[in-house]
């Protein structure tokens, strides 16, 4: 099944729309602006939540969990794998362990699972500046994909943010980095 994420133009926090292949939209996410670990609820068209993301507040390397309605929870975390080609691995209760390869920047990567593409995530196929595809192979928990993709996609806004000066919360500033007072800067 092929998804169009479309970040909104304006917005505080990470609110997207998720679209169908039609162009009809199947989810909305909220990011929550004030929320210190980063929390996006991911909502069906009747408004009910189907899922979470949020980054931990403490841990090594960027780490987010997910928790599904139906009660799947996985947690996305960057890999140690050196700084020209960043790995990130999903680890699912219960379950096997995806990883995400490519240019994360340019939204342009494979999701896979024992050698074989889940999902394939690239701007090639739409044409709108703040939008890309997410094409997820039959038989996969579609939910579980897009949320990982929007945890990635949170990182990579904060990573931004954090190079440009702005803060975790926009040109709202940011109420204070745990991994900066680690480093000791204020």
Known sequence: MRYQVREKIFRLGED????????????????KVFSLRGLMLVNDLSGN???????????????????????????????????????????????GDLEMTG??????FLMTANGQTVATISKAWISLADSYGVDIADGQNDLLVLCSV?????????SHEHNRGIGGLGVVGELGGL????????
């Open 103 to 108: 240019n994360f920047a340019g939204h342009d």
């Open 16 to 31: 997207n729309d998720i679209l169908n292949e039609s162009g009809q939209p199947v989810y909305q996410v909220d990011g």
């Open 49 to 95: 939540e189907v899922g979470q993301v949020s980054r931990k507040l403490v841990s090594l390397l960027a780490t987010y969990e997910i928790s599904l309605a139906g009660g799947v929870s996985a947690e996305v975390h960057q890999r140690f794998s050196g700084p020209f080609h960043p790995k990130w691995t999903i680890s699912v209760a219960g379950g």
């Open 150 to 158: 929007l945890a990635l996609e949170a990182e990579q806004d904060r």
């Open 179 to 186: 991994g900066d007072l680690l480093k000791g800067q204020p």
